[in-house]
């Protein structure tokens, strides 16, 4: 089955510097998502995003985030001036136009920000 | 706006044993209805999912899950738990943008 490939699988920064973490969707889906689970807590979601802009937000996602589809493969999540509480599991996910109850989901990038 | 409630934060349960992992959804359309299980240390797996029909669904690892329009609820089950069904266990509706909103989750752990 196709997969959604995340890298890092694990990024350690410290606070106040820039991270990106990256995203390879599914090569023919449009949708992209990025969620983000906080230790111990439920999955939340951040944004989605298609055709080259954002589709919708939650209140996580403040002016220090960004996504950005840069060439035709890579989907990317840049955290700006990254905080304590940034420390997450994010995961990437990715869907079609058919068949769009099946979100595929990446295997996440665990951001430790010190 | 749509929410979904797992009100068990964690279920122990021998091996071998069978175990409900209960979930209520609030919805005032169609929904479609999702079970994912994290491993430790691994993302999110699908077991199964609810989009219309028959309303008892069979998912992988022998899980199954009964939508319940009336109580709004899908429960899921498996009449007999591994040690390797220890995970965390999320239920997850979609909401009309095609999002997912996911429940709290569940510690499921097996005891030998």
């Known amino acids: 089955e196709p997969e959604v490939t995340q890298t890092p699988s694990h990024q350690v920064t410290q606070m106040g510097q820039e991270v990106i973490l990256r995203c390879v969707p599914i090569?023919?889906?449009?949708?992209f998502y990025w969620y983000r689970q906080i230790l111990g807590q439920k999955v939340e979601f951040l944004v989605s995003?298609?055709?080259?802009?954002?589709?919708?937000k939650s209140e996580i996602f403040d002016d220090q985030f960004s996504v950005e589809r840069p060439d035709g493969s890579n989907f990317t999540l840049k955290i700006r001036s990254t905080k304590l509480e940034d420390s997450a599991m994010y995961f990437c996910?990715?869907?079609?136009?058919?068949?769009?109850?099946?979100?595929?989901f990446g295997s996440g990038t665990q951001l430790s920000v010190l | 706006a749509q929410s979904v409630t797992q009100l068990d934060s964690q279920v122990p349960v021998f091996e071998e044993a069978p175990v409900e992992l209960r979930c209520n959804y609030s919805s005032s359309v169609s929904v479609y209805l999702f079970w994912y299980v994290q491993y430790p240390n691994q993302g999110l797996q699908l077991l199964l999912k609810y989009l219309s029909g028959s309303t008892l669904v069979k998912g992988i690892n022998g899980f199954e899950a009964e939508f319940n329009k009336s109580q709004t609820s899908f429960h899921l089950r498996k009449p007999s738990v591994h040690i390797s069904d220890t995970a965390e266990y999320f239920c997850?509706?979609?909401?009309?943008?095609?999002?997912?909103?996911f429940g709290s989750g569940t510690r499921l752990l097996v005891r030998p």
């Open positions: 997850a509706a979609m909401d009309s943008s095609y999002k997912l909103i």
């Open positions: 995003f298609y055709n080259n802009e954002i589709s919708e």
């Open positions: 996910a990715s869907r079609g136009d058919r068949g769009r109850e099946k979100l595929f």
């Open positions: 090569s023919n889906h449009l949708y």
